[in-house]
Structures are given as structure tokens and as C-alpha cells.
């Protein structure tokens, strides 16, 4: 056997009853003793001399096999071996008393003390061997010769060792082992399995009084000091006196500025009626009261969420009331914060799991178990850890006992899969053992699935919402000023600001709705005196915020805060693609491609680096950045698609008129670019002021000349994406371009007048429309939005004055909608999306070319889906028009028509009789609004609403295959004039996808005030 580099297996070996120094010692029995340690070594050893692993313990009354070199496995073979040699010993020798041992495994190392060799791991063994409850079982079975016991790191390592299946090294698999802590001699606690049948031992326990033993006591409190000073405070970088130079960190206790984090729970709101019911909606929680009802509790969320905060609550606050620290209120830091009302806290172990991906990392695999034992491994290197056996098997006792909660965060940042199903065996490992102890992982989305299977519940953190966002604020303005719990005098006055500035606008508001981008706003708005003016410059200070706060971090890895940068605007660019190209998810290694030439250029070395180096860096930024993530191995993205496109405007700006021009001037009307159009004029500006944007505008006008309507149109579209973004800029044109697009914009939007209309035909107007929404359509800008919910007298609603269109709709799938479980409430919503494979609606690449056009081929669910993603943004309940809110809107007083009692014209509404043979845009017919300026009541598209069908005749096997039936109300463009009719109704199955049926949104009629 070839010596390798194992840990040293040392067993030690006791003969009952026998001592050389004992005069009634049968020295015969020690020469078979010591001959069949002789030959049971011999086979694993070849021809080495047995005595060379073979010492005497003690004052001889014992032995042990000190087997440096040599695998696990052989310590565990010898063990059988001898055990073997003593059933043939007996038969050998009848009549008399049998050799029985007790046989202790351990792994250690030893030293020469004056005469004697030494060493923990003899003593540990030794200690085992010697307990009561050993004793004890060996005298009791008097068929066994020998009762073996293994510590709990020897048992680890050769239950995972490569060599354990060796046929030269086997131990036979059906023997039984049971898990035990035995106490022992100045009440240390050992882990340890030891080779018996349970209910054996449970009657050896049962029988013999509790160990002489006490175990000794354990103060955690240094230990549990340095947890609480290391999670009580959230530290936030970068907070200084204006224009981004503020580089230390500030520390805030972690009570002060924490803000109540909410999750989804999937159950129904029964109790819910009126306009706020929606069926299936899922209900939101405070996170913290899920501690109680769930033992294993899996947190989801997205990067800045705040699940890491939430872990350093309650492990801050566990640790305060553990050290008796007083509570200002007078209740406990668990009952105030945590709403955990149990007589007596918990332990909080908090672990990181990356850090325990390097443990994992740093031993090849099959070393040693992955199970349980691996946590306290992590334990015992965090701060303030004691490395003594004994601390370490008290932590043991408090997780069987369930004192202890687990708190392991970051499943995401374990990159290796390799790695992580070995976490995952961990996992599944302590929640065996360690029954009664509470488990929480947190994680980006990723894992989910595993950790079900497993047995833990999910819990999916829910964006901030408007209540949130203004608690936070008002947290961070006390915090800032110290002025208590809540903001005063100056710290008020900055809070109502701070609100304005970040609720006052849709786009800086969705940003808001992440904890960690919130804070990156408070911190923009402290250091400038206030948000910048243009949501360019926004984009621009969260970025450089972003990289500010990391600075450090890159450095210590070798990378550089500007490289970052511009590689990130390589790529966004790179990934917003041509011609319907655009990318919102990027593989690993067109990214690296991409970041390759910068890297190389940045960081100059001799050879070149490669692809590899360039692989850890976007790995490395998409854990740390917030700029960057990995939501899938070998996938990634930016954080929110808004930085993806502002990030390639940027890569724009910084290029010459005639590069920049060349890449943009085939997408001004690609809706998949028209965020990126929208900003960067703002960037042109700061890169290099107005000249630059006049230069944008003019060749927008060269490139759109003519004298026609739709040249007009498209001009006023464009120009108008342009220029608006550039008021909060105090941008002024060159005064020809600028009556040029007062021009051009009068003509176009006049055709959405009733007086305007009558002098255009509605051919004319139908080409300038969609010109319109190429361009840019002012009248569904983000900031009309709640101009176009317009109130129904008689009714509880608001309800939109236009269908919801193509380039709205856009939003919700580039922000995720057909991922996302929770927007799929209603009935079997989310079981058709995943059966169906639903990604977009029907026909989607060819209605992108139509931005103002009402969207169409979106099943009832669909259609559901984008008003609970739209209430999460916005932070009010939208919803589908209950059929008779529908019909008020259409018909309020009994006319026939939304305009009145003349039959339907191609002036009125697109109809069969129009020829138009598809949707146009919303708006088209001014005359044929309704009474309180509703648009497209009657023709274009069927609209779903909120009822159901009733009618007769609906067949089970259609329900299951196509959903129930609901009530479509409006006709559309390939019905008869009939159908127009406000009272007119159809049926339709709630999974169908029709290309002539859609949407528009209903929400409470206060949002009409």
C-alpha cells in the first residue's frame, strides 16, 4: 500500500480485563493480542515491519496503530481484520476466556513527552473507549469480541474516502453504526458513531445512570459580541459633500433605517370586493412573520433587495437580546423587530455561503463528508470562533436541542454547480439532523426548485411600493440629520423633497422599488443638493454610484472602476442588436468577447490576456457590481434594462457624429431601440453640449423631408422623443429647427381632434397615425399615463381612454412578464403560460412595427398578467372593467353607439366596411368617442373585461382545453357595423389569442380626482 497524504488514522486498542501490570494478566492472552494486531496490519502495510505502526499505550494495557501515510480506509479494514482474528481465536482456543477489545478511530498526530508518545487524538480516543455506556456494551454482547467506536471527523473523512470501495480496503457495508455525543472526562462532548444496533444501546443508556460527566459549559459570548458588531450597522459608501466625492462609508444601526420587507403568498383574498378584488392575487406579508410559520424558509429576491439586511436584523437583534442588551421600547429586540415572541431567543448562526463554497473548494471532493459538519467547519473560522471540540460540539447540542436558527446567505454566489449540489447535500443534511433548528437561505432568483424539493418554502421579496418607498425615505432623513425615529425640522423638510424628487417621476420610481437603488438615489439626492434634471443624468449618477461603492473591492482584485464602465457600455450596445435583434439576456462568452479588446487595452501584459481573465471579470461583476447580474450559469444581464439602454446611449455619445449616426439612423423607428433614442440626446448633451443635439435634430429633419402629412408625422414624432427628455436640460434649438418641429407637430396631432380630423381623410390620417407611433407618439409617454384613466360617472372606476397599445405592452415583457409567477394570478393563468410556452402575444414581431396600435392576440390571462405587473409598478390596482362598468362607459344614457344613434361610418370606427383589414391606431376617430372621451368603444378590437360567459352549451373538455369563457365587448375591425353596437356581446374562451382582440385598463376612480 503506497503511502498518501490523509489525515493520520490512529486506532487505539484496549483489552478488557488486562494489564500487563496485572498479576493475573495471562501474558498468553497479550502474545495473541499482540499477534493478531500483527497479522490483521500485515495485508494493508505489504512487507513494512508491523512495529513500526504499532506502539504501546500507556502503562501497557493497550495498544495503538499510529498509521502516518497510510489512507482512512486502512485504519477501518484493520479494524474488521481484528476483529475477525478474535472469532477465529476463540475457535482456536476453547474453554477459554475469549480477547475482547474495545477499539477506539481517531485523526491526529503524536509526539514523544520524556517516555511516552501523546497527543489529543489518543486522548480523545482513549476518553471514548473509556465511557460507561462502552464499557458497558461490551460486556453485554458476548458474541461481539470487540465494539468499535469512531469519532465524528475520522467517521466523516472514510465515509466519504475514494479508497473506501477498495476491495483490499472494504468494510462491509450492512454493519450498524448509530450517531452519538458521549460526555466524557472534564465534561467535554464528543461526536462519535459507534457499531451497534440502536435499540441495543437505547437499553444500555436506559439501564446505566446519566455519564459521571457534566458537560462543561460554553460562553458564547464573545463570539456572539463580534456577530452583533458585525450585522448591526448597514454601511453605506460614497455619502459626502456634493459632485460624487463623498467616498467613506457611513455606519447606521440597522433598526434605524431597515424598512419592512414584504413577500407574496399565493393565497386568495375572499374578502376582498370592489374594484381592489382580483382573483388569486396574491397577498402581501411581512417577511418577518413568516419566521414563525415556516422552519425552513427560503427568501428570494432580486439584487438589492435587501435579503442579506434582513439577515443581519435578525442575527443583530438575536445577538442583542442573547447578551441582555435593553431594548428602547421595553420589549425585546426579537419582539420589536422581528415580531418573534418565543420565551427565549435564538442562536443566530449566521454563514456566508460563499465562504463556505471555499471551504468546499479548497478540499477535493470525497475528502470528507458534505453534510451537517461542513456549517460547523464555517463556524469555526468566522470571527471570534474558538477552534476547542468542545465549543463546537455545544453548537452541535443547541441545533439537535433547536435553539439555534441557521441564517446562510447567498445561495447565488455559489458559481460552481459542482459546488452547489455539494451544498445542497449540506443542506439536506442539517435539516435531517438538526430537526428542531430553524433553517433560512436567501438567494437571488436561482435554486428555487431544489430547495423545494428539499423542503423549504419560498418566499419571493416584493418590490417596495409607493408606502414603502416613503417609509424608507423618511428612515433615511432621520438617520442622515440623527434626529430619532423619525424626521424633524430640517430632516422633515429634506424627507418631503427627497419624496417629490424620486415619486414624482414613473421612470426614477421604478428604479426606487429596489431597496439597494432607493438608497442609491438618497445618496445622489444628499450629495447634489437634489436628483439631477434628466433622466439621463439620473442613470449616470446611479452608475457612478454603483462603481464608486465597489472601487475598493476592484482594486483589490486587480480591475479598475473605468474599465468597468466602458466595457459595460460596449456591451450594452453590442446587445441592443439590429433590426428586431435586441438582446435582454446575453451569454457569458459573447460578453467576455465583447469586453476582450477593452480588457486587453486596460490591463497591457505580456502575453495578452484571454478570455478567461476576461470570464472572471463579468462573473466578478455580476456578484458585486448591481450593474450587472448572472441570473442563469453562463447568462447574463444588466440589472434593469434601463441600464442597458442608457449604457449603450453612453457608447453612442463618446463615439464621432458620423460613427454614432451610422449606428442609430436605421433605428429611430425601431420600437426596440426607443428607449435608447430617448436618452441619448441628454448624453450627447453632457458629453458635448448643444451642438451636439442640433446636430442630432438636423439630420433627423434631413433624413425625414417632405412636404406630405405622414412626412410631417414621422418628423413629429421623432423630434418630439427628442426634445422633450431636453427640457429638464434647458436645452433651447436653433430657432429654424425649432418652428420647423412646431410645425410639423401641430399638423400631426391635429388629426386626433374632431375638428382636425374632418379636414384629413381618415386614409390620410391612418398613414400619419402610424407615422405617429413610429416616431414617437406623445400621447401614450410615460407621464400621460394617468391624464388617460379617465373617471365613469355612476361607477367606481377609472377607466383608459385609449386600449393599451403595443409599445406600452413592450414594458411588460422587457420587464420580465412572461417570467414572473406572480403576475399570473387568475385561475390556471400560469399552467396555460408554461403549457403553451407563451412568451409574447401572437404576431408580436409584426406588431412591433405599429407601436400606437392597440395590442391584439393576448389571451385573457395575458392580459390579467400586465395589469398585476402594472400595479406593482405604479403601486395602484389595475384591473380588467367588470362588463356593466364597460357598458357605462359606451352607453351611459341608452344610445345605441359610444357617439350616439347614427349607424357606424368609416369616419366612426374601423369596421369590416372600413377596409383597413387590421387595427390601427388608437385614437383614429375622434368623432366616434364616447360620451366622456373614451376612444375605440366601438370597432378596432374586441376588448376582454372581468365576467364571465354565461351562455349555454360550454363543453368541460373545451374549458380545460381553452379556459372558461369571457364576456368581449366593442367588435373590431373584421365585424359588421352590428356588432358596434354598445349592448353588443360575444363569448370568447379566456386562453384565446385572436388577432383582433385586446385590452384597455380599469382602476379606481380615485386616480381620476
Known sequence: MEPIQDPIPIVLIDMAGFSQKNRDTKIDHLKRLQQGIRESIQPMIGFADPDQVIRRHGAGDGYYLFLKGYPIPVAMRFAWNLESFLHEDKKRHPGEDPLRLRVGLTLGDVGLVGDQYLGDALTWAQRLIDHDWIKELLKENRDDPLVMVASAPFWNQWNHHPQKSNANLAFPEDRPWIEETLVVKHGDAIA??????????????????????????QDLTPWLQSLR??????????????????????????????????????????????????????????????????????????????????????????????????????????????????????????????????????????????????????????????????????????????????????????????????????????????????????????????????????????????????????????????????????????????????????????????????????????????????????????????????????????????????????????????????????????????????????????????????????????????????????????????????????????????????????????????????????????????????????????????????????????????????????????????????????????????????????????????????????????????????????????LGKYLVTVMEYQRFIEDGGYATPDFWLEEQGWTFRQAEGWSEPKGWPGQLNHPNRPVVGVSWYEAWAYCHWLHNKRGIPFYLPEEKEWQRAASPDGRTYPWGRNKPTPELANFNKSKIEAPSPVGLYPAGNGLYAHCDLAGNVWEWSASPWKGDGVKEKLIKEFGPPKVVRGGSWGFPDFDLQADDRFGERAASRNDDLGFRLAAPASLGL
Not at 444496533?197 to 436506559?206: D, L, P
Not at 463528508?369 to 460540539?393: E, K, N, V
Open 192 to 217: 462519535c458513531r459507534i457499531q451497534v444496533e440502536s435499540k441495543t444501546f437505547s437499553r444500555i443508556k436506559g439501564k446505566l445512570p446519566p455519564s459521571r460527566f457534566k458537560p462543561q459549559p
Open 229 to 798: 458588531d458585525r450585522t448591526q450597522y448597514i454601511k453605506i459608501s460614497g455619502i459626502g459633500s456634493g459632485g460624487g466625492r463623498g467616498k467613506l462609508a457611513n455606519l447606521y444601526p440597522i433598526e434605524k433605517l431597515f424598512t419592512t420587507l414584504k413577500t407574496r403568498e399565493g393565497q386568495r383574498l375572499e374578502t376582498m370586493t370592489g374594484p381592489d378584488a382580483m382573483p388569486d392575487r396574491m397577498r402581501e406579508v411581512n417577511l418577518a412573520d413568516l419566521l414563525p410559520r415556516y422552519p425552513y424558509l427560503f427568501i428570494e429576491g432580486e439584487p438589492g433587495a435587501g435579503k442579506t439586511t434582513f439577515l443581519h436584523l435578525a442575527a443583530a437583534t438575536l445577538a442583542k437580546d442573547l447578551l441582555n442588551e435593553t431594548c428602547p421600547d421595553g420589549s425585546t429586540w426579537r419582539n420589536r423587530y422581528l415580531g418573534m415572541d418565543d420565551p427565549e431567543p435564538y442562536i443566530p448562526l449566521f454563514l456566508k455561503l460563499s465562504e463556505l463554497a471555499t471551504l468546499l473548494t479548497a478540499q477535493k471532493i470525497g475528502a470528507k463528508a458534505d453534510d451537517r459538519s461542513r456549517l460547523l467547519d464555517l463556524l469555526q473560522i468566522t470571527p471570534d470562533a474558538s477552534t476547542d471540540q468542545a465549543w463546537r460540539d455545544h453548537w452541535e447540542q443547541q441545533l439537535k436541542a433547536g435553539r439555534v436558527i441557521l441564517l446562510l446567505d447567498g445561495l447565488d454566489e455559489v458559481a460552481d454547480d459542482a459546488v452547489r449540489e455539494r451544498v445542497f447535500s449540506i443542506f439536506q443534511n442539517a435539516k435531517n439532523q438538526w430537526t428542531k433548528s430553524r433553517i433560512i437561505v436567501t438567494s437571488r432568483p436561482f435554486g428555487a426548485e431544489r430547495l423545494e424539493e428539499i423542503g423549504f418554502h419560498r418566499a419571493v421579496i416584493a418590490p417596495f411600493d409607493a408606502d414603502a418607498t416613503q417609509t424608507f425615505i423618511a428612515r433615511w432623513s432621520a438617520a442622515i440629520y440623527a434626529t430619532g425615529e423619525q424626521p424633524e425640522g430640517e430632516a422633515h423638510q429634506h424627507a418631503q423633497k427627497l419624496e417629490a424628487a424620486i415619486l414624482s417621476s414613473h421612470a426614477i420610481r421604478l428604479l426606487a422599488a429596489n431597496p439597494v437603488m432607493l438608497t442609491c438615489l438618497c445618496v445622489v439626492h444628499w450629495n447634489e443638493g437634489g436628483l439631477p434634471e434628466g433622466r439621463a443624468r439620473v442613470y449616470k449618477a446611479v452608475i457612478r454610484w454603483l462603481l464608486d461603492a465597489r472601487e475598493t473591492l476592484r482594486k483589490e482584485h486587480g480591475y479598475t472602476s473605468r474599465y468597468a464602465l466602458e466595457a459595460f457600455a460596449a456591451m450594452a450596445l453590442t446587445m441592443m442588436g439590429k433590426e428586431g435583434a435586441k438582446k435582454a439576456i446575453f451569454d457569458l462568452e459573447e460578453a467576455a468577447q465583447v469586453a476582450l479588446p477593452l480588457y486587453q487595452r486596460h490591463f497591457p501584459t505580456s502575453p495578452p490576456p484571454g478570455l478567461p481573465q476576461v470570464r472572471d471579470w463579468v462573473r466578478f461583476e455580476s456578484l458585486f457590481s448591481g450593474i450587472l447580474e448572472e441570473p442563469s450559469r453562463t447568462r447574463i444581464r444588466f440589472w434593469h434594462l434601463t441600464f442597458q439602454e442608457y449604457l449603450a446611449a453612453q457608447e453612442l455619445a463618446w463615439r464621432s457624429e458620423d460613427d454614432w449616426w451610422q449606428v442609430i439612423e436605421g433605428e429611430l423607428v425601431n420600437a426596440q431601440w426607443r428607449e435608447t433614442v430617448n436618452l441619448l440626446p441628454g448624453v450627447l448633451f453632457d458629453e458635448g453640449g448643444k451642438r451636439r443635439v442640433d446636430e442630432f435634430l438636423s439630420r433627423v429633419l434631413i433624413k425625414y423631408a417632405g412636404t406630405t402629412l405622414v412626412d410631417a408625422a414621422r418628423q413629429a414624432g421623432i423630434l418630439g422623443r427628442i426634445l422633450e427628455p431636453m427640457k429638464a436640460y434647458q436645452y433651447q434649438p436653433d430657432p429654424g429647427i425649432h418652428n420647423q418641429y412646431l410645425d410639423v407637430f401641430h399638423r400631426a396631432t391635429a388629426i386626433f381632434t374632431v375638428e382636425g380630423a374632418k379636414k384629413v381623410p381618415v386614409s390620410a390620417r391612418l398613414l400619419a397615425a402610424e407615422a405617429l407611433g413610429q416616431g414617437g407618439d406623445a400621447r401614450l409617454a410615460e407621464d400621460q399615463w394617468q391624464k388617460n384613466m379617465i373617471p365613469v360617472p355612476g361607477t367606481d372606476i377609472c
